[in-house]
């Protein structure tokens, strides 16, 4: 092709570099090789997978560590279809992802063409947009709304389909591609008046509470949210858990929100995490308030909780913060020892989870984590990463760290790993500990190829008790323990694994060597795995009394 022009392919690229990005976590196919072609002297790197679900899964941490909206770069067809699950993580997690699919040329469609594929069609529920490019004209206008979309509002993933003639297509001469007007979020912002009618209510209210949900859980979200609770002088708590009001990382929270009588859902879903906002887990009296930028959520809020959602408002989530805490009115706190009960029941665990004498064998899951701490604590900039059943609820009760990412509202296992490499890449020379099941480690374990090839360290912290213990332990509670079935692993050498993959491994079943075993993975440099063994218990559900 003549060098003095552009297909569709370079003015993707082109537009993708306007817009910022600088890395795409992809996996090579038919459909999308212009695009690998046009990639050449540009300033973005290609961070190629193992599998097309995994590209997504890195994508995500990558928008939640970096807050740009992470790129995904698949082929047609099966490849489209791979990554489409992992877009459920991104969607509940209300993380900015662009997932960028090759496809068949539209000149071949209806005829048979090679993995012709409905593929906006598939990718629509879990997005907030899907379509197909139609020319090449729209090439990078398509690309700047799809990245304006997922970033607005309650952020998302968004889905672009690249059909491969509008890809080869070439800029005819003389002809002029449409500019591209603007790639950042539209805003709505919140009326001066408005935020006081919330913060009269607030301040009326004896204990009131201010709920958060996904999108606000980053590193400078949580700042953001601890100024706005410094403003207000009312709790301010964060909620992305699965587990949601018995979320371990809250320790006993489910304690004093059923004592609340007034709570602020500021981007928090009314779902399953909530219970719904009904009695027991709320107080049968206790109203609501609510602020999100979705017109549908707020209506079925209205569904859910009837008169007792007494004022609404359609605002993004960060513009109604910044109107809180520039309000001239400030709030006089109703009760300084309610914020201070609100924080010791977040903060409490167990004294038992101190005193757990020695272990050689199957050690106790706070044994195999609770050590790791001192790693997290030495850096500022350090990052969590739970991903599981019951051991990523036993991580998140343990352990913290400035950035944490976890499976997230989605409940779904596997993309630990993937999370992990994207870490590495978002925050390099940072301690990095992601723990997961031994039932995850088999879902992208070829991934930690992706990080040898790429020199990316990390620490892997695999919990091994031999099963799928969630479902194991659903099993024993309903059925009983004489009907448990179809949830047995072997005690498998996940930390060989790692080491033929060319990375680093030790295996733990002393507590003693936990820590030992994490600081020689860390010195290593490498992508490590700890595979520690460890007893199958139920994941704590964390009470004072």
């Known amino acids: 092709m003549n060098q003095n022009k552009k297909n569709g392919a370079a003015i993707l690229v082109r537009a993708l570099e306007n817009a910022g990005v600088r890395k795409i976590f992809t996996l090579s196919g038919n459909h999308i090789m212009p695009v690998y072609d046009a990639i050449f002297n540009s300033k973005i790197d290609l961070i190629h997978t193992r599998h097309e679900a995994a590209a997504v899964h890195m994508a995500d941490a990558w928008s939640r560590l970096t807050g740009e909206v992470g790129i995904a770069l698949v082929t047609g067809g099966p490849g489209h279809a791979n990554a489409i699950s992992a877009l459920y993580t991104a969607e509940m997690a209300e993380s900015a992802v662009l997932l960028l699919s090759g496809h068949a040329p539209l000149n071949q469609l209806g005829k048979g ?24 004209d729209d090439v990078a206008i398509d690309t700047a709304k799809a990245i304006r979309i997922a970033k607005s509002g309650r952020p998302g993933p968004v889905h672009l389909s690249l059909p491969m003639d509008v890809l080869e297509a070439a800029q005819i001469d003389g002809t002029v591609i449409p500019s591209v007007t603007s ?21 009326l209210a004896n204990r009131p509470l201010v709920l958060s949900g996904p999108s606000m859980q980053s590193k400078n979200g949580k700042v953001k949210l601890c100024e706005l609770e410094n403003s207000l002088g009312i709790p301010v708590i964060g909620m992305e858990s699965p587990r949601g009001i018995g979320d371990p990382s809250l320790g006993s929270f489910s304690e004093v929100l059923s004592k609340a009588d007034c709570v602020l859902l500021l ?99 706070v044994q195999a984590l609770l050590p790791l701490q001192e790693i997290l604590d030495g850096h500022l900039d350090s990052v ?5 059943g019951e051991i990523g609820q036993w991580a998140q009760a343990c352990l913290k760290a400035p950035n944490r990412i976890i499976n ?5 296992i596997g993309a630990g ?22 039932g995850t480690f088999g879902f992208h374990s070829a991934e930690i190829d992706t990080a040898v090839r790429y020199k990316l360290p990390f620490t892997l912290v695999i919990g091994n008790d031999a099963r ?36 680093y ?30 007893e199958g218990l139920a994941a704590p559900n964390i009470k004072r009394a």
């Open 113 to 136: 063409a090679f993995q012709e594929m409905r593929q906006a069609d598939i990718a629509a529920p879990l997005t907030k947009a899907a379509w197909v490019c139609q020319k090449i």
């Open 183 to 203: 790639y950042e979020a539209e805003r709505t912002l919140s009326p001066a008046s408005e935020m006081q009618d919330f913060i009269t209510k607030l301040i």
């Open 267 to 365: 981007g928090k879903k009314v779902d399953f995490t909530l219970k719904f906002a009904q009695s027991p887990g709320f107080h049968k009296d206790c109203i609501f308030l609510q602020i999100d930028p979705d017109e549908a959520e707020i209506g079925r809020a209205k569904d859910a909780l009837g008169e007792r959602l007494v004022h609404s408002l359609i605002s993004d989530i960060p513009s109604a913060i910044e109107a809180f805490i520039h309000s001239k009115k400030t709030v006089t706190n109703p009760s300084a020892s309610w914020q201070q009960e609100v924080k010791d029941a977040i903060e409490f665990r167990p004294s038992a989870w101190f005193n757990i004498p020695p272990r050689h064998g199957n050690l106790h899951p």
């Open 384 to 388: 969590l990463i739970s991903d599981g």
């Open 408 to 412: 997230g509202v989605a409940g779904s």
């Open 417 to 438: 790993l993937p999370f992990a490499v994207a870490a590495s890449l978002a925050k390099p020379n940072v301690p990095i500990i992601a723990v997961m099941g031994d």
């Open 468 to 503: 799928w213990n969630a479902e194991y332990q659903i099993q024993v509670r309903d059925y009983g323990e004489d009907r448990a079935i179809g949830c047995e692993l072997l005690p498998t050498s996940y930390e060989k694994v790692c080491e033929a993959f060319g990375g």
């Open 505 to 534: 491994g030790e295996m733990v079943i002393q507590s003693s060597e936990v820590l030992p075993a994490a600081k020689r993975a860390t010195a290593s440099k490498l992508p490590s795995c700890i595979n520690i063994m460890i």
